[in-house]
């Protein structure tokens, strides 16, 4: 059997059977005192064997679906720390993002620059399945984490590397963040009001989308190594991909319609109503999506002078009658509210959703229902929640609650996972390796 196979198969076999025995003492110490942690849970990535290099958002995220479906991930910081970590608002000494984005990871440091750093980052790889990172490409390769290197320690590595702009071309090794590349992709070119400035939007959406791509695509090569089709890879995402995959169909209706796509506001200009109106006490988002929502929609809010008009009786009529269409809704949502907008609407299949705050989505029964929302190890007596895995699976997975590693937490339990005794430990250490 394929080493990697094999591998894996005997790793997923432990971990069962030790989750099996964990169910009767759960809770057990962590190397920080104070600090309480939940033995990893059983999921379907349980066995595989993730190191996250990666700071800030996008890379992060990649390594906690991974943790999140149970997979064993190390957060490997440089001795000073995530950039993340620092940022606000703070939960109890750490940032809201770093707890969320690393919760269900163990943690430990490791400087890249000496060579007893070297050593461990040899020894570590040699023995996992996924690296992720968020080096520049000319970074990377000092530091000895360019992909030639990585399979050199570990021919069935699956190195996920995720950049601002890619791993080729002239700005390979320029840095980005998430406003950036909104800037760059177009994205904020068309957000916001039409006679208005360009917008960011309001979640980061090219570093999420960018994590959840990495993810996604790394396991498909986990899967293409699991059945022999492949052994080592390596899954080159970026910051500018996602941000042009966010903006496809904008792109194909401009190589199509030959149109550069404008700001509109809370709206699309290809589909008239379907955006924001202002109803007596609050905002309300309706959609007619086709010709039969129209009708649907006139019939059900009584408008029968736009509902009898030919002129409107197509999506290209309505694109064509925007501002007089949007007035008249405008003028008689406004006299209703949201509740009596959506209690009229929803039976006639309309799509009309109130325009929630966080707060109000946050409190909603179907947000409970779903189970969306997870404590935080060592919070669970607290208000405090974040977003949990999203997805709900058939089988009873639980919930890796983790919390979110201390810098350098777990370097110890790690490096003696590793067969390093205290002493080679202590002579690491010494030499710069943390």
């Known amino acids: 059997?394929?080493?990697?196979?094999?591998?894996?198969?005997?790793?997923?076999?432990?971990?069962?059977?030790?989750?099996?025995?964990?169910?009767?003492?759960?809770i057990h110490a962590a190397e920080s005192?104070?600090?309480?942690?939940?033995?990893?849970a059983f999921g379907p990535l349980a066995g595989v064997k993730v190191l996250d290099f990666s700071r800030v958002v996008a890379g992060p995220l990649c390594g906690l679906y991974f943790a999140d479906l149970g997979a064993e991930v190390i957060k490997i910081e440089a001795p000073g720390g995530d950039e993340n970590r620092r940022w606000e608002p703070a939960l109890a000494g750490t940032s809201a993002g770093f707890a969320y984005l690393n919760r269900g990871k163990r943690g430990m440091t490791l400087n890249l620059k000496t060579e007893a750093g070297q050593e461990v980052l040899r020894s570590l790889v040699a023995n996992a399945d996924v690296v992720i990172d968020s080096y520049l490409p000319a970074d990377a390769d000092v530091l000895g984490m360019s992909h030639s290197k990585l399979?050199?320690?570990?021919?069935?590595?699956?190195?996920?590397?995720?950049?601002?702009?890619?791993?080729?071309?002239?700005?390979?090794?320029?840095?980005?963040y998430d406003l950036l590349l909104q800037a760059f992709t177009g994205i904020m070119q068309m957000t916001g009001e039409a006679d208005g400035p360009p917008n960011r939007a309001g979640a980061s959406v090219v570093d999420l989308s960018t994590g959840m791509i990495a993810f996604g695509h790394a396991m498909s090569a986990l899967y293409a190594r699991a059945v022999g089709?492949?052994?080592?890879?390596?899954?080159?995402?970026?910051?500018?991909?996602?941000?042009?995959?966010?903006?496809?169909?904008?792109v194909a209706n401009l190589a199509?319609?030959?149109?550069?796509p404008k700001r509109q506001g809370s709206g699309l200009w290809n589909l008239v109503p379907y955006q924001a109106f202002q109803a007596a006490?609050?905002?309300?988002?309706?959609?007619?999506?086709?010709?039969g929502a129209w009708q649907r929609f006139c019939a059900a809010l009584e408008l029968d002078e736009l509902g009898g008009d030919p002129a409107y009786a197509t999506a290209r009529g309505r694109i064509d009658n925007?501002?007089?269409?949007?007035?008249?809704?405008?003028?008689?949502v406004g006299t209703r509210t949201v509740a009596d907008l959506v209690k009229i609407l929803e039976p006639a299949r309309v799509p009309v959703s109130p325009i929630n705050t966080l707060r109000d989505v946050l409190d909603h029964e179907q947000v409970r229902a779903v189970n969306a929302m997870v404590p935080i190890a060592g919070l669970e007596d607290s208000p405090v929640r974040v977003v949990g895995r999203p997805v709900t699976f058939s089988s009873a997975y639980e919930q890796p609650v983790r919390p979110p590693p201390e810098l350098g937490q777990h370097n110890s339990e790690i490096l003696g996972e590793l067969g390093l005794a205290p002493e080679e430990v202590r002579e690491l250490n010494a030499r710069g390796a943390f």
Not at 3 to 18: D, N, P, T
Not at 163 to 174: L, T, V, W
Not at 322 to 332: D, E, F, G, K, Y
């Open 256 to 260: 199509i319609g030959g149109a550069e």
């Open 1 to 26: 059997m394929d080493r990697a196979v094999s591998g894996f198969a005997a790793r997923r076999e432990k971990v069962v059977s030790q989750s099996s025995m964990n169910k009767a003492s759960p």
């Open 322 to 332: 925007r501002n007089v269409i949007v007035s008249t809704i405008q003028a008689l």
């Open 281 to 291: 006490d609050g905002w309300v988002l309706i959609g007619v999506t086709n010709d």
């Open 151 to 176: 399979l050199a320690m570990n021919p069935e590595i699956i190195h996920v590397s995720v950049s601002a702009y890619g791993a080729i071309g002239p700005m390979r090794n320029h840095p980005g």
């Open 229 to 250: 089709r492949a052994r080592g890879e390596h899954v080159q995402a970026s910051l500018l991909q996602s941000g042009l995959a966010l903006m496809s169909t904008h």
């Open 33 to 40: 005192a104070g600090k309480v942690e939940t033995a990893a």
